[in-house]
């Protein structure tokens, strides 16, 4: 397994493997593209299985200090052999060398593996809001 990290929009072979897991977990990757190009410093990371994109985390500063986690995925098939847990460590050990002091992420009581999976690497839960769609997302925080 190689992990590489991207400060700008990946390749186009990169890029549509990104897409088409994003699709296939969210449903939708139509604008995807053109939101990590309205982020500020946008930093995508890629898990690869030879040349297969296998997992992704995308995410991008809220401020000097802070990073925000804002998106990722495991293929299916690669999914409970530790690559979103290996994904996280790395994006954790790249924000603090790049000097941000905490991380938040966002998610919701229908990803129950993700927030165990934030909550046992040290993420605490800040606050909780209802969404335009009607859905609790549940904000959570790690100082790095």
Same mark, same amino acid.
């Given at each position: 397994?190689?992990?590489? $990290? *991207? ?5 186009? #072979? ?9 699709? #296939?977990? $969210? ?20 898990? $690869? ?18 990073? @925000? ?24 050990? @790249?924000?603090?060398?790049?000097? *941000? ?27 909780? *809001? ?10 959570? #925080?790690?100082?790095?």
């Amino acid at each position: 397994m190689n992990f590489s $990290f *991207y400060t700008q929009i990946p390749d186009k #072979e990169v890029m549509a493997g990104i897409l088409q897991m994003h699709e #296939e977990i $969210f449903h939708d990757s139509s604008a995807l593209v053109r939101k990590i190009k309205n982020k500020s410093k946008p930093l995508i990371q890629v898990a $690869f299985e030879d040349s297969k994109v296998v997992g992704y985390k995308i995410g991008y500063e809220l401020s000097h200090e802070k990073f @925000y986690s804002w998106l990722g995925g495991v293929d299916v098939n690669y999914r409970n052999v530790g690559i979103a847990t290996k994904l996280m460590e790395k994006q954790h050990q @790249y924000l603090r060398e790049l000097g *941000y002091k905490v991380v938040q992420t966002k998610t919701k009581n229908k990803w129950r593996h993700m927030l165990i999976l934030n909550i046992k690497n040290g993420f605490n839960v800040m606050d909780t *809001y209802t969404d335009k769609n009607g859905e609790m997302k549940i904000i959570l #925080e790690k100082d790095l």
